[in-house]
């Protein structure tokens, strides 16, 4: 994806924010009402912005829209050797190509025009990074306060990502092996298969469109889990699935588990905000007890 196409409409929608502001109650410069050359230049300045915040939006629209239809030619492709799908996707690229250079075009108007658009972009493009660092921050600080906690069952906790889901082996095994053999067994068979989801090398993806969205699904298909599947069963096979679409998620470089504020009661990431109200919740909980005592 280009960049344009990844950030147009924020920018965009950064720009003009700023650009109202710029020219609400604040003056953007002070000018003396008998200059008449002054308004001019000050008249002049403002009509290049707002063409470089309009003509900014058009571009980036285009640019999205343009960049859409070639990820979708693009896996279209991916089976398909079509000299015909070929020749369109280069097309389109060749389009982009050209959005790129008008928006660069754009940004050349003058070294005026150039400066106001980096002095609005550079304070977006730094807060974003702050408020990004702020939240990781308070999700590793979270991770920490709830395991100093007591260990219940609880709505929202701390899960490692892509760690299996024991059961399921251990009932496999316990059909297929003697009483004092299963749980061995069992034990096995899951350190085997954790060590082969978190080995970023296995990649058993496929892509496929849901609801117009191009998205990454685990392949059924797949050697290994047609194997596990044949001589465990679906439950096991599932129970890999699920662990690899967690790291494929939540740390898609792999070779490690890691802890995640978990939403257990819907099975997803957990919001820094949720997190925040079960240790409140947790601790008035924990201060009532206190009190009765």
């Not at 200059?35 to 300045?45: A, E, F, K, V």
């Not at 089976?79 to 369109?88: I, P, T």
């Not at 053999?181 to 978190?198: C, P, Y």
């Amino acid at each position: 994806m280009d960049p344009v196409g990844d950030g147009g409409d924020e920018v965009v929608g950064g720009l003009q924010s700023l650009c109202v502001s710029d020219g609400g109650d604040q003056p953007v410069a002070a000018v003396d009402g008998g200059d008449t050359q002054g308004n001019h230049n000050l008249t002049t300045s403002l009509a290049l912005k707002t063409e470089v915040i309009n003509r900014g939006a058009e571009i980036a629209q285009e640019t999205d829209l343009v960049s859409n239809l070639n990820e979708e030619l693009k896996a279209k492709m991916a089976g398909s050797q079509n000299d015909q799908l070929e020749k369109e996707v280069a097309k389109l690229d060749a389009e982009i190509h050209g959005q790129m250079e008008k928006l660069n075009e754009l940004l050349g108007l003058g070294d005026e025009s150039e400066c106001y658009y980096k002095d609005l972009i550079s304070p977006l493009v730094a807060k974003s990074f702050v408020t990004s660092d702020e939240l990781k921050e308070a999700r590793v600080q979270l991770i920490k306060v709830f395991n100093d906690m007591p260990t219940t069952q609880r709505r929202i906790g701390i899960k490692l990502v892509g760690e299996l889901n024991p059961k399921p082996f251990i009932v496999a095994c316990q059909g297929k092996y003697v009483a004092d053999e299963f749980q061995v067994r069992a034990q096995e068979l899951i350190s085997v298969w954790q060590e082969k989801v978190k080995n970023p090398s296995w990649h058993p993806f496929r892509i496929v469109e849901v609801d117009g969205i191009m998205k990454q699904v685990v392949d059924d298909s797949d050697a290994d889990l047609t194997r596990l599947r044949e001589e465990y069963g679906e439950d096991v096979c599932n129970a890999v699935k699920v662990a690899l679409a967690e790291i494929n998620e939540h740390n898609p470089s792999g070779g490690f588990l890691m802890a995640e504020l978990w939403n257990f009661s819907e099975g997803r990431r957990a919001t820094v905000n949720e997190a925040l109200k079960e240790v409140c919740r947790q601790l008035s909980k924990s201060r009532k007890r206190r009190l009765q005592n």
